[in-house]
């Protein structure tokens, strides 16, 4: 992956997630995502979302599943969530 692939995997994984988790989102398409689908609690937390949201983002950019890149990825999105000083709601 090229560095500018890292950074939109970062960027997206981490708003995708940070979306699905804490926002109502267009037409409360993200709300009720939450309510009609919470797949065992997965979209209740950002920490548990963002993993297989970074998977998903790093397999359509290189057509190969790389479970490392996407704990890279995940954990790099993860670190920029906590230095905005955004906390999930609990």
């Known amino acids: 992956m090229t560095l ?3 950074i939109v995997a ?4 981490w708003y995708l997630a940070y979306a699905v988790v804490n926002t109502h989102g267009a037409f409360g398409m993200f709300e009720a995502v939450r309510k009609y689908l919470p797949l065992g609690g ?3 937390c950002i920490i548990c979302l963002i993993f297989w949201i970074a998977l998903v983002i ?27 000083g ?3 709601n609990i």
């Open 42 to 44: 997965l979209t209740a």
């Open 4 to 6: 500018e692939q890292w």
């Open 86 to 88: 955004w906390r999930m």
């Open 58 to 84: 790093v397999y359509l950019q290189t057509s190969r599943v790389l479970p490392l890149e996407a704990l890279a990825v995940s954990g790099i999105a993860l670190m920029l969530h906590s230095y905005t």
């Open 10 to 13: 970062i960027g997206s994984s």
